[in-house]
């Protein structure tokens, strides 16, 4: 009896792995392979991964931007989706200034001061979005 062979094109190994990384929540790791190789594991029209890009990227205003049209839908929530993009860029300025001394410490980077500014700008159009009191404040406890 002969041993049973297995062929698997090039691109299903990177699906594979791309898949495996998603489950282990290994995401930056992701994207690197996506990147590298040019595979996305799923089906997903150019829009949508324009606008994964831009949120994979960090490009917050600019998925507020693009996301504008939807607006008009009817059953599109803009208020909680501005509302979790701000928080995901809020937690962002947050580590760059945690990376960056901390609002206190000695400035490791120029921009530091701009950030801190950024971080209460978004803070503050936060707290017009947030769903409930405890979850902005719950938010303003992470500048401790």
């Known amino acids: 009896m002969s041993p049973a062979?297995?062929?698997?094109?090039?691109e299903d190994v990177v699906r594979l792995t791309l898949e495996f990384l998603n489950n282990r929540e290994l995401h930056i790791s992701q994207l690197s392979l996506e990147r590298e190789t040019g595979v996305i594991n799923g089906q997903y029209s150019d829009d949508v991964l324009?606008?994964?890009?831009l949120i994979?990227?960090?490009?917050?205003d600019d998925v507020v931007e693009f996301i504008q049209p939807l607006e008009a839908l009817q059953n599109f929530?803009?208020?909680?989706?501005?509302y979790t993009i701000l928080?995901?860029?809020y937690i962002e300025l947050l580590c760059i200034r945690s990376e960056a001394g901390g609002l206190n410490g000695p400035p490791l980077i120029n921009n530091v001061e701009?950030?801190?500014e950024e971080v209460v700008q978004v803070l503050g159009e936060l707290e017009k979005l947030c769903p409930t009191k405890e979850e902005y404040s719950g938010l303003c406890l992470l500048l401790t």
């Open 5 to 10: 062979r297995l062929s698997l094109r090039e």
């Open 50 to 53: 324009f606008l994964r890009q």
């Open 87 to 89: 928080r995901h860029k």
């Open 56 to 60: 994979l990227d960090g490009q917050w």
């Open 77 to 82: 929530d803009m208020k909680q989706f501005r």
């Open 114 to 116: 701009g950030a801190v």
